[in-house]
T-cell receptor, first 114, second 111 residues
Framework: DTAVSQTPKYLVTQMGNDKSIKCEQN?????MYWYKQDSKKFLKIMFS???????INETVPNRFSPKSPDKAHLNLHINSLELGDSAVYFC?????????????FGSGTRLTVV | GNSVTQMEGPVTLSEEAFLTINCTYT??????LFWYVQYPGEGLQLLLK?????DKGSNKGFEATYRKETTSFHLEKGSVQVSDSAVYFC??????????FGAGTILRVKS
């Protein structure tokens, strides 16, 4: 099936650990995003890559580092996890930076830091 | 900066009731506007969009009209179903196709 797939779906980890979330899309899109959804459902963009180039880098702690090995993949690495990092992280993709097609979202990774 | 304000939820309706979820925005210029829907345990799905003033977006019985004079993009549906229960997000597009979302409105439809 064509989709945006994220792994893992659930991640429970201790404070101070380092973890990664992977995202892959097979839609042929060239732009990918990471969004964070907090416990109140509020969504905020973190990063965006277009053809492996970082184009949006919002004010997030530098413990968060995105990596795009190719335009079909955008991974998120988080160092020294903190309790406040607990959230649902969504990956999304779009064709270019045009809004004509909107975003396609993955189903999310629920990160719980204990 | 740009922002989107949605009515607070949860909104609880009986099946076949009329739905309105209010959305207003603050932005420079006339950005494209969107409604996304998030079903339990899933990612967001594009519901409808409008790219210029007076455009009406529609999908699955939902409609929203881009009103620049009131900077609004209210979501409506004439007869809701239990399967419409979800969280609805209004959003506007900024540069680089960055979406700015409202806080989301939970809709619960009872049979």
């Amino acid at each position: 099936d064509t989709a945006v797939s994220q792994t893992p779906k659930y991640l429970v980890t201790q404070m101070g650990n380092d973890k990664s979330i992977k995202c892959e899309q097979n839609l042929g899109h060239d732009t990918m995003y990471w969004y964070k959804q907090d416990s109140k459902k509020f969504l905020k963009i973190m990063f965006s890559y277009n053809n492996k180039e970082l184009i949006i880098n919002e004010t997030v702690p530098n413990r968060f580092s995105p990596k795009s090995p190719d335009k079909a993949h955008l991974n998120l690495h988080i160092n020294s996890l903190e309790l406040g990092d607990s959230a649902v992280y969504f990956c999304a993709s779009s064709q270019g930076t045009s809004d004509y097609y909107g975003y396609t979202f993955g189903s999310g990774t629920r990160l719980t830091v204990v | 900066g740009n922002s989107v304000t949605q009515m607070e939820g949860p909104v609880t309706l009986s099946e076949e009731a009329f739905l309105t979820i209010n959305c207003t925005y603050t932005a420079t210029g006339y950005p494209s506007l969107f409604w996304y829907v998030q079903y339990p345990g899933e990612g967001l799905q594009l519901l409808l969009k409008a790219t210029k003033a007076d455009d009406k977006g529609s999908n699955k019985g939902f409609e929203a009209t881009y009103r620049k004079e009131t900077t609004s993009f209210h979501l409506e549906k004439g007869s809701v179903q239990v399967s419409d229960s979800a969280v609805y997000f209004c959003a506007l597009r900024e540069y680089g196709n960055k979406l700015v979302f409202g806080a989301g409105t939970i809709l619960r439809v009872k049979s």
